[in-house]
């Protein structure tokens, strides 16, 4: 992992690259990311949670 990789949320070092996005270890940012990538419109929490179940 690069140093100067930052997390795109909060600008702490990132640990992890998801969504296309380097984030830190906040769940918090791990969120925004997800929604971001998700982009504009009501029908990504439906998404998220069809990911979820699919998960299991
Ligand atoms: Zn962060």
Redesign the pocket.
């Given at each position: 992992m690069k140093t100067d990789d930052r997390?795109q949320?909060?600008y702490?070092p990132a640990t992890h690259f998801l969504f296309a996005t380097f984030?830190?270890d906040?769940e918090e940012?791990i969120q925004k990311a997800r929604e971001q990538r998700g982009g504009p419109g009501g029908h990504k929490k439906q998404k998220l949670f069809d990911w979820r179940k699919s998960e299991k």
């Open positions: 997390c949320i909060c702490k984030v830190c906040s940012c």
